[in-house]
């Protein structure tokens, strides 16, 4: 996956349907009401190293046609981000 952090200005971030299995913190810009389309791939699991200030940028986050595991450890902020989001 290619290293997004640099792109400041991003606001939206589309990669569905990719077989992505993981999307690691360093790779995401750090930004203001980013969403997120990971709708479609293999991911598993989900925000497990991203950054408190990552997590509570999102504006919207899609995150279905994965195989997540509910079971695995997900940041507790996350949790509640996503709880607040409506989740597509």
């Not at 980013?34 to 408190?52: C, V």
């Not at 940041?75 to 989001?85: A, C, N, S, T």
């Amino acid at each position: 996956m290619p290293d997004f952090s640099k792109f400041l200005a991003l606001k939206s971030l589309e990669l569905c349907g990719n077989k992505l299995t993981e999307v690691p913190g360093y790779l995401l810009p750090i930004t203001r009401f980013l969403e997120y389309d990971f709708r479609n791939n293999s991911l598993n699991k989900l925000g497990w190293d991203w950054s408190e200030t990552q997590i509570e940028r999102i504006s919207v986050l899609k995150v279905d046609g994965n195989p997540l595991d509910c079971a695995c450890p997900m940041p507790e902020r996350l949790i509640k981000i996503v709880g607040e989001l409506e989740v597509i």
